[in-house]
């Protein structure tokens, strides 16, 4: 069974950073991975996924301030925020997505970590 473990999720002052990491179970390898964030009230989206290690896309509101990135050897999961937003504060979930001979890929979701940005 695949697991993913979020961590380094807190309360951290507007301007500030962290960093999450998401670390996956064994030895298995997502061909996508991804982190996306909910905050109360409102729709999942999309925040950075990576390919790879070449091919990365980011929501817009976060474009210049966020960085993914993924350690193939550790099979971890990384997400640099700095420059953080009071509208930052959300739940940060990882997602790693396995393509499949048919169909769509199957999708695998960590717990999530809490990031609270205050004023």
């Known amino acids: 069974q695949v697991q993913l473990v979020e961590s380094g999720g807190g309360l951290v002052q507007a301007g500030g950073s962290l960093r999450l990491s998401c670390a996956a179970s064994?030895?298995?390898?997502?061909?996508?991975m991804g982190w996306y964030r909910q905050a109360p009230g409102k729709q999942r989206e999309m925040v950075a996924v990576?390919?790879?290690?070449?091919?990365?896309n980011y929501a817009a509101d976060v474009k210049g301030r966020f960085t993914i990135s993924r350690d193939n050897a550790k099979n971890t999961l990384f997400l640099q925020m700095n420059s953080l937003k009071p509208e930052d504060t959300a739940v940060y979930y990882c997602?790693?997505?396995?393509?499949?001979?048919?169909?769509?890929?199957?999708?695998?979701w960590g717990q999530g970590t809490q990031v609270t940005v205050s004023s």
């Open positions: 997602k790693g997505s396995s393509y499949t001979a048919t169909g769509p890929p199957l999708d695998y």
């Open positions: 990576i390919v790879t290690n070449i091919a990365t």
């Open positions: 064994g030895s298995f390898r997502f061909n996508r």
